[in-house]
Each structure stands twice: as C-alpha cells, then as structure tokens.
C-alpha cells in the first residue's frame, strides 16, 4: 500500500485526479493502491474538497452496467468465508 505526496506547488486537479486512480484501480485491491495520501497542510483543505467532490461522482454499481466505475468488492464465495 503505497503512499501518495501532495506537496503545495502541486497541480491540484491532476493530485486528485491521481489519488482515486491510485486508490480505486482494481477496487483498491492491489499491492501498490496508494491507500495513504499525505497532503501538505498549505493545500489539505483545497485537497479534501476536490478529492470529496470527485468521489460523489463515483458510481458504484453491477460490474457490467456501463455507468458503473466501481464493482462488487467481493464475491459471495469470499463473503461466506
């Protein structure tokens, strides 16, 4: 689980852009999700407000319904374990 670094001279769109790439690729199920995103204290408010504006946008659904961005987590097999 890597870390993200968001430091001020960032490109705000393109951090964000990048964090929910890096965090929902794979479901977030991959070794190298960048799952810790550390912000810098000068930008961490326009960060969060970006990052929390493009995650309502995130429709999860059925995994073949083509609005879907993200699927199931996981299979019933792994749930009944």
């Known amino acids: 689980k890597s870390p ?3 430091l001020p001279d960032a490109d705000l769109d393109q951090a ?3 964090a929910h790439i890096g965090l929902f690729l794979n479901m977030g199920q991959c070794c190298c999700a960048s799952s810790r995103v550390f912000v810098h ?3 961490y408010d326009k960060f ?11 429709k999860a659904g059925p995994q073949f ?5 993200h699927g199931a987590q996981v299979d019933k097999i792994q749930f009944d374990k």
Do not use: F, G, P, T
């Open 41 to 43: 204290d000068d930008i």
């Open 48 to 58: 969060v407000a970006a990052s929390a504006a493009k995650a309502k946008e995130w």
């Open 65 to 69: 319904e083509e609005s879907s961005l």
């Open 4 to 6: 993200l670094i968001v």
């Open 16 to 18: 964000v852009s990048a």
